[in-house]
């Protein structure tokens, strides 16, 4: 049972320019959530998609964006990269019916943007 | 209001030593309280979660303290082993929404 998948590894960019990131959940799962984790600090809520609709979102300007397929796959956009948008990107998938909603984490993508 | 506090933000702790961090929140809404263990390069991954109807939930060698009046929630792990060495995240979410607050991390070090 595959759990958490994401790709690229490790992605590098320039300033202004636009990315996608890309998150398989855990087989059963259909609750995919984004989160940014900048070098030694505690991953921080970006947005969570259900039903392939943005439910909830953190304190993140609209230039994060994201999408939900009906595979439950997920994608994250961010446009006109800034230098703080370096960070490790994580994904964590779940089942919304369960009351803990027990969140796995993919291993994320290293984003640079130079 | 959606901040959790976490200290130390390192430990140093010896082979079958215990090994205690500690976290604080200040929302009374939220009421499920996830640790995590990070590997360098690896996502974090879930040890142990509590909600606050109960006081302490062990589970092998980790061991979740949980202070509802104090607001305050620590992981303890015995017998610490070199293996152990990673960072921890304490975590807090309220039953009405599905988002994480993540404490800071504790980078801890087991000594051989």
């Known amino acids: 049972d595959a759990g958490v998948t994401q790709s690229p590894t490790h992605l590098i960019k320039t300033r202004g320019q636009q990315v996608t990131l890309r998150c398989s959940p855990k087989?059963?799962?259909?609750?995919v959530s984004w989160y940014q984790q900048a070098l030694g600090q505690g991953p921080q809520f970006i947005f969570q998609?259900?039903?392939?609709?943005?439910?909830q979102r953190g304190n993140f300007p609209d230039r994060f964006s994201g999408h939900q397929f009906p595979n439950y796959s997920s994608e994250l956009n961010v446009n006109a990269l800034l230098l703080g948008d370096s960070a490790l990107y994580l994904c964590?998938?779940?089942?919304?019916?369960?009351?803990?909603?027990?969140?796995?984490f993919g291993p994320g993508t290293r984003l640079t943007v130079l | 209001q959606q901040q959790v506090k976490q200290s130390p933000q390192s430990l140093i702790v010896q082979k079958g030593g215990i090994s205690i961090i500690n976290c604080a929140y200040e929302?009374?809404?939220?009421?499920?309280f996830p640790w995590y263990q990070q590997f360098p390069g690896k996502g974090p991954a879930l040890l142990i979660a509590?909600?606050?109807?109960?006081s302490e939930k062990k589970e092998g060698r980790f061991t979740i303290s949980f202070n509802k009046s104090a607001k305050q929630f620590s992981l303890h792990i015995m017998d610490s082993q070199p293996g152990d060495s990673a960072t921890y995240f304490c975590?807090?979410?309220?039953?009405?929404?599905?988002?994480?607050?993540f404490g800071s991390g504790t980078q801890l070090t087991v000594l051989p």
């Open positions: 975590a807090a979410r309220p039953g009405s929404a599905r988002q994480l607050t």
């Open positions: 929302n009374t809404a939220f009421d499920y």
């Open positions: 509590i909600r606050p109807d109960v």
């Open positions: 998609y259900y039903e392939e609709e943005e439910r």
């Open positions: 087989s059963g799962h259909d609750t």
């Open positions: 964590a998938s779940s089942l919304i019916r369960e009351f803990t909603d027990t969140q796995y």
